[in-house]
């Protein structure tokens, strides 16, 4: 990473920093691992890592850029933030919901938010959600997010269809 971006999501895991950081790289096109820090022996009274273990990995995700650190157990992902994929269509949706759901928490799953197999919550949504969701005066709007909210991965179809008032989500 030639330049750091004023704010970067920066990732805690306890040993997989690496991995993970290669896993979503395999996911979404323009991106790539940066620079992969490694622990050294000053602070390992403090860090308690393998000298020459991972530390941090910088990595892009369609071009935006990330920090992983393999920190330790202490710390655990939650769904009180998360990452959002704007998808401009029904095939970017599937693709990017098949691939973040392998491994992940099938419980964790409502509303287009899914958790992936390392306890990252992502919401896969439609770049279209605010027309579709975002009218609280809208009576279609309102179908909309009926429907939403009885949907794991979005269905923007279905969502099209209550929004007009037709299908499941119409009343």
């Known amino acids: 990473m030639a330049a750091v971006q004023k704010i970067a999501p920066f990732l805690w895991f306890d040993t997989q920093a690496e991995e993970a950081a290669k896993y979503y790289v395999s996911i979404f096109k323009n991106s790539k691992i940066g620079k992969v820090s490694r622990y050294s022996e000053a602070g390992q009274e403090t860090h308690k890592r393998p000298v020459g273990s991972v530390m941090v990995v910088e990595f892009t995700l369609e071009g935006q850029p990330f920090f992983a650190i393999n920190g330790g157990p202490q710390f655990k992902f939650n769904e009180a933030i998360s990452l959002f994929i704007a998808c401009k269509d029904q095939t970017e949706i599937d693709y990017y919901w098949n691939k973040l759901t392998q491994g992940g928490d099938p419980a964790a799953q409502q509303c287009g938010w ?51 008032g037709a299908g499941a989500g119409a009343r």
């Open 114 to 164: 899914l958790k992936d197999k390392y306890g990252v919550s992502w919401q896969v949504a439609p770049e279209q959600f605010d027309r579709l969701l975002g009218d609280p005066n809208d009576p279609g709007s309102q179908r909309a997010m009926e429907a939403m909210m009885e949907m794991k991965k979005i269905d923007i179809a279905k969502l099209e269809e209550a929004k007009a």
